[in-house]
C-alpha cells in the first residue's frame, strides 16, 4: 500500500546544528510504533533526535506543536499516509556526518541507495559513509535505513531490532520485497 504524497524526495530541512552545549531539548514526547516506542525530542526550533524506548507512554497533553506535528507525521507514516517527513531537524554531528545525513533525506520513499553510491554522492568512503549512518541521532525521519551494502545486501542498522527493524521499515516502504 502506497501513502498518498509520495514524492521524489523528503521536503525535510537540515538547520545548521546548534553549537555543543546550546542545543538543549526543550520537551519530548513518545508514540508506540511497529517498530517499537520511540521518543521524539526537541528544542524550540527543530527535532534533535529519535529514540528507541521501552515504554511509549509519556505524558497526554503534549503542548510543542513541533513534537505534536512530529508524533503526527510519524503515526501518518507508519499508517501508509505519509511518504516524506516536512519537519525542521538539527542533529548534532561533523559536517561529513550532516552532509551525509542530508544525502539520505534525499533518498525517496520505496528507493535504496548504497554505502558506495552515497559515498561518491558525499566525497567520501564508504566505510565513513557507514559511521555516519550509524551516528544518525534521529532514525526514520532521517531515513538511514534505505541505505544498503553493496551488491544492495542488507547490512547494519543501529535502531532497536538491528537488521530485522531495517528490514521492516524498507518492506513497509516498498523497498524490499518479503
Given at each position: 500500500?502506497?501513502?498518498?504524497?509520495?514524492?521524489?524526495?523528503?521536503?525535510?530541512?537540515?538547520?545548521?546544528?546548534?553549537?555543543?552545549?546550546?542545543?538543549?531539548?526543550t520537551?519530548?514526547?513518545?508514540l508506540?510504533?511497529?517498530?517499537?516506542?520511540?521518543?521524539?525530542?526537541?528544542?524550540d526550533?527543530?527535532?534533535?533526535?529519535?529514540?528507541?524506548?521501552?515504554?511509549?507512554?509519556?505524558?497526554?497533553?503534549?503542548?510543542?506543536?513541533?513534537?505534536?506535528?512530529?508524533?503526527?507525521?510519524?503515526?501518518?507514516?507508519?499508517?501508509?499516509?505519509?511518504?516524506?517527513?516536512?519537519?525542521?531537524?538539527?542533529?548534532?554531528?561533523?559536517?561529513?556526518?550532516r552532509?551525509?545525513?542530508?544525502?539520505?533525506?534525499?533518498?525517496?520513499?520505496?528507493?535504496?541507495?548504497t554505502y558506495?553510491?552515497?559515498?561518491?554522492?558525499?566525497?567520501?568512503?564508504?566505510?565513513?559513509?557507514?559511521?555516519?549512518?550509524?551516528?544518525?541521532?534521529?532514525?526514520?525521519?532521517?531515513?538511514?535505513?534505505?541505505?544498503l551494502?553493496?551488491?544492495?545486501?542488507?547490512v547494519?542498522?543501529?535502531?532497536?531490532?538491528?537488521?530485522?527493524?531495517?528490514?521492516?521499515?524498507?518492506?513497509?516502504?516498498?523497498?524490499?520485497?518479503v
Amino acid at each position: 500500500m502506497a501513502p498518498s504524497n509520495t514524492p521524489r524526495a523528503a521536503p525535510t530541512v537540515l538547520l545548521p546544528a546548534a553549537p555543543a552545549g546550546t542545543g538543549v531539548a526543550t520537551a519530548r514526547v513518545r508514540l508506540d510504533s511497529p517498530v517499537g516506542g520511540l521518543e521524539i525530542e526537541a528544542t524550540d526550533e527543530a527535532i534533535v533526535a529519535v529514540y528507541w524506548v521501552d515504554d511509549p507512554r509519556g505524558p497526554p497533553d503534549v503542548t510543542d506543536p513541533l513534537l505534536t506535528e512530529a508524533r503526527d507525521q510519524l503515526a501518518a507514516y507508519f499508517a501508509y499516509r505519509l511518504a516524506a517527513f516536512d519537519l525542521p531537524l538539527a542533529p548534532a554531528g561533523s559536517p561529513f556526518e550532516r552532509d551525509v545525513w542530508r544525502q539520505m533525506c534525499d533518498i525517496p520513499f520505496g528507493e535504496t541507495m548504497t554505502y558506495g553510491e552515497m559515498a561518491t554522492a558525499v566525497g567520501g568512503m564508504a566505510r565513513a559513509v557507514g559511521s555516519a549512518c550509524g551516528a544518525n541521532p534521529i532514525p526514520v525521519i532521517i531515513p538511514c535505513h534505505r541505505v544498503l551494502g553493496a551488491g544492495n545486501r542488507m547490512v547494519g542498522y543501529s535502531g532497536r531490532g538491528r537488521i530485522e527493524t531495517k528490514r521492516w521499515l524498507l518492506v513497509h516502504e516498498g523497498a524490499l520485497l518479503v
